[in-house]
């Protein structure tokens, strides 16, 4: 599917917020596809992280609501292995810390059983909220 | 007896007590006395990784001021803070980083943190058990060694959090040797699993278990597939992850064989002769004792 | 001839507007002073039940204060706020079947792992509990020092009104506390030996005796009875 990228000036706004809010230079992104060679999680995800930073750059803010930016699971193999030195598990932080700071949660706590809950050693409970709650 | 702080985390003195137990008890037969901080809370589990933040940043450097505070008050004999768990090691380890590097940010903690006794200062220096054990010498573990494991086939679990990023890495992120030191050291078979750094799929386990099935259906295959009887760890996510899912792989994947994983701690006591009463090993959800009465390294008492 | 007491006035601000009330108030009795018939946030007025929780500003710093409203002593050009009640979610639970083991804290207020160690409960408590240390020792699932740490505190509401993280401290503190005392502390035997003594008829014949005596004669007695304290 092609999509038409439109540029406007609140896609750069978009995109020098997370460049920002992330502290990476995504235009340094050469798209040579290590990151999404490496990343483990990539068949769980709707766009892979190579696309995470070219959407970012084009400051398209569809990637917000991509499926990809919630499954990363922070393993940092992006981060060892970027040629460029760039670290993509900082902009799908960013990412997600544009959605959770307005309170818009990934994870719903009252959707999970309590019983099932009890099971799980605490930093597991520690490590979700963190991420993927506001 | 040299003694050292130690920093637990929520999950080491309760859903994984045996593996502190056993560390203990490798720590002190090296001659080692662990010392838990009196008045710790817990580590935060994860980086907060937006350049802005401050908030969760506190939870990690409460930590390291606690221990400063704790070596200061004790004159130990080594201030370094020991810590077993990757994500600990990784959390307390990047935010020292941070809060070094950065004064405005420390500045702004310390001034917020301003009903404490002192002010970090970013001294506290965070290491993990395992290159305690690096520096403590192979040979002398090998010489603590009175039951070899030469007929066991072990495979090393890295994970992702002890290696990466580079700069807190315990060991090489692509090729770690750290933990198959330590196992040949004990004398133990070491074999290559290549996914040995990749990661688990660690928080995800809450509320996207079918990621956390699928990856470590593949490490522990890869595992099983370069002969591996049994697998080790240094996390309790990683241990959750790899051993208690092994439940809902058997669901998904009918042909799965079970293996066992257990914290290398729990080997070296084995290896160490040292009484295997409280090591845990009924802790697991793939009992290891069926293959270590097997192999003739554990008797049922 | 008059006795007039000279009370000095200060200003203070309740709800942002000003009123002048007497040096050395409480701010209870300061806002009754100023016209205030309080129903709601007003309590025992000893610091001991936590209805009167009060948000203040002091002209001296810019910080955030909490405390009682019976117990806080206005100063000049302090802005008051009220804050009566705190919604709080309460964990259903029967303290007969519950089990006390480590982890019921992630099924009745898994919230409490949302907990940042940030200390802001803390420096807002007015009974100065060290409220992060007893929500981190209920992470680590130790009831004994949860319930040791939280004995102090009266429900006031304003450490659940400040959590980023939005914990209610005070519901999970009483939860520890409750099964502490049920399931965890060691069981003094008196209650249930004097128990057995009156049913035993210990206690029989001196009642009886009590019970027969003229009016005057148990009025002796009364004031002639051993005290271990001085009558002021």
Redesign the interface.
Known sequence: MIKKAIISEASETFCKKVI????EIVSRCDQCGTCTGSC??V??MDISPSQMMRLVLLGDESVLEMKTIW?C?????C??RCPRGL?A??VA??LR?MKLRKAIHY?H?EE?D??E?????????????????G | MKRIPYYP???LQ???KHFETTAMAVAEALDYEMITLPRWN?C???H?????DLM?HIAPVTTLLRSKEFSEANQLDDSRLVVL?A?CLNVLKRTNKRVIELIDDRTKMNDFLYLESSKYDGSTQVIHFLELLKEIGWDVLSRKVTHPLSNLSVSPYYG??L????EVGIDD??APVIQENLLHSLQAKVVENPLKN??C????????K??VV??SYDILTNAQKAGAEIITTSC??CA?NLD?RQEDIIKKYSGFKKIPVVYFTELMMIAFGLPLKNAGLDQHYVDPRPLFIEKEMYHEE | MRNELEVKLIPIYILSRKHLVPEGSTIITAMEYAGFKLKKGIGCREGFCGACASLYRLETDFKLHGGLGCQTVVQPNMQIVQIPYTPSPKAIYDLETINPEE?VF???Y??L??CLSCNTCAKICPQEILVMDYVQAG?KGDLALMADLSFDCIMCGLCAARCPAEITQFNAALLARRLFGKYVNKKGRFLEDRIKQIQDGKFEEGYRELMNLPKEAITKRYFDRELNFKIT
């Open positions: 920002e809010l992330s502290g483990p999680m068949i769980e499954i699971a922070s393993c940092f193999s981060t060892a670290d598990s900082k932080e960013a810390q994870l706590l999970i309590r019983e809950l009890k099971k799980f050693p605490q930093m597991v409970l520690v490590a979700a909220y963190r991420k993927l709650t | 985390g929520c999950s309760t859903k994984a817990c935060g589990a994860v907060s990784l937006t350049s802005d969760h768990c994500m992702c959090l290696l990466r990023p580079k992120p692509e990749r990661c799929g660690s928080y995800h386990t809450l509320a996207d079918q990621v699928d990856l309790p996510l959750f208690q | 982890e992630t099924a009745t898994p919230e792992y949302r992470i």
